[in-house]
Structures are given as structure tokens and as C-alpha cells.
């Protein structure tokens, strides 16, 4: 359901592209003079130059078609870049817009984040109840009778939409990835839910490198980087935009 990348120096098992470090290994994600292009394609953007780091997100924004989701494949190391760079240091992660939960328990759910196999720590429930206050269900699992074992339906039927969306990235978390990359996280939830989850997600992901992308400017914060991607003829395909 979840998307990620392991950084090295060469191809990962996967067939993933390397992605390397920051110099110094510095925290964050740093796009320089990138550009990128599916095979036979032309540029969906260029010339993009944008940092995000721990403690400040950076928000991508821009109509549909822009290249929300190339950059997103970039990052991940799916797609190389076609000029510049993209600099990412440490893991990174992916949770989608349409993150699916499947008819089993929050447990259940949270541990395809972790799953203890190639030599991964099998995750406690110390690490379920971090992830947990990260994104701010600790309180809901408190009050359920099963706590964690509590199945929540077909698709997370049994939880709000707010919810539903706080699970995906709490497994998200579980990954351990030094980078969160959330991909519309608030596109289906009404103004005070979005609001509710995103303060309690700037919270718990503070010590995180995030990149936000978005179409709603609410999900945007004053403090934040901000990447505006264009479709206009004769615009550049990728600027920094103040934070509004």
C-alpha cells in the first residue's frame, strides 16, 4: 500500500534508481537544477530547485498534470532525473493519496509497514503506540476495547475518513524512512478534520523530513517551502513560490 526506497551506492534489489546523499549526509531532500521526463517523453518540468529539511516541510502544489507525481517518482528513485539533481538523504517513504486499509486489525494494518522478514526488527507494540501518538489516534485506540487488536472493516469502514488517513501514515511512520513524502493527504477530508490531522502531523513528524503535496493552501504553513508547478506555455516548469 506504501511506497519506499532503501539509499546506496548502486541498484537496489528492487531495479530502483540510487539516489544520493545530501553532502555531508545532511538531513532533508534537495532538488538542484532538476528536470525530469518519462522514456520518449518530453520534460514534464526543469529547472526546479527546492530544499526541505527536519522541522521545515516542503509543499508542492500546482494543476493537474504539472508533475506532482513525477517528482514524487524522482524521489523515490523510480524515475531518473533527466538533468540536475535530486538529493535525499537517508530512506524515504511514500504514503498515497489512496493509501488502501485492508478488513484486519490496526495492528494488522500497521504491520505491513514493518513486516519482520530480511532481517527487519519485528516491531513491538511500543513502536505501534509511537506511530500511533504521531499522528494522533493514541487517544482513539485508547478508548477501543481491543486497542490495537480492534478490526476496523473492509477498507477501514469502521473509521472516520480523518481516521482512515492518520492510519495510512501512522505505517507510513512504521517504515522508519528518514523522508515521509504525503501525497494529498487532506484531499478527502472536510476543513476541520484536515485541519485537525495536519497540526497534529507537523507535530509528530518534527524531527522528519516531509514533502507535502497538495492542491488545498490550507494544507500550507507560513514556515513552509513552497514548490509551484506550472503547465503555462512561456512558465517556467518549476519555481519557488513564497508560503501564503
Do not use: Y
Request: net charge negative; proline share 9%; with cysteine.
Amino acid at each position: 500500500p506504501d511506497g519506499g526506497r532503501t539509499p546506496g551506492g548502486g541498484e537496489t534489489p528492487e531495479g530502483l534508481q540510487p539516489v544520493p546523499a545530501r553532502a555531508g549526509n545532511a538531513p532533508g531532500v534537495e532538488l538542484v537544477g532538476l528536470a525530469a521526463a518519462w522514456p520518449g517523453g518530453s520534460p514534464v518540468f526543469s529547472g526546479v530547485d527546492a530544499v526541505a529539511v527536519p522541522g521545515r516541510w516542503l509543499a508542492v502544489t500546482g494543476p493537474s498534470g504539472s508533475g506532482k507525481s513525477t517528482l514524487l517518482s524522482v524521489l523515490l528513485g523510480f524515475l531518473p532525473p533527466a538533468s540536475g539533481q535530486v538529493l535525499v538523504t537517508g530512506r524515504a517513504a511514500w504514503c498515497p493519496q489512496e493509501a488502501h486499509l485492508f478488513d484486519s486489525t490496526i495492528r494488522g494494518n500497521l504491520l505491513l509497514g514493518r513486516p519482520a522478514t530480511n532481517g527487519a526488527t519485528p516491531a513491538g507494540d511500543h513502536d505501534l503506540e509511537a506511530v500511533l501518538a504521531a499522528v494522533g489516534l493514541s487517544a482513539l485506540v485508547g478508548r477501543l476495547p481491543a486497542g490495537l487488536d480492534t478490526r476496523i472493516g473492509p477498507g477501514g469502514a469502521f473509521l472516520s475518513g480523518g481516521e482512515r488517513q492518520r492510519l495510512a501514515v501512522a505505517r507510513t511512520l512504521l517504515t522508519g524512512a528518514e523522508v515521509i513524502l504525503l501525497d494529498e493527504p487532506t484531499a478527502h477530508l472536510d476543513a476541520g478534520s484536515a485541519a485537525a490531522m495536519l497540526a497534529d502531523l507537523r507535530a509528530g513528524l518534527r524531527d522528519r523530513t516531509v514533502v507535502l503535496v497538495t492542491h488545498n493552501p490550507a494544507d500550507i504553513h507560513a514556515g513552509d517551502a513552497r514548490l509551484e508547478l506550472s503547465t503555462s506555455a512561456g512558465q517556467p516548469r518549476g519555481s519557488l513560490a513564497p508560503s501564503r
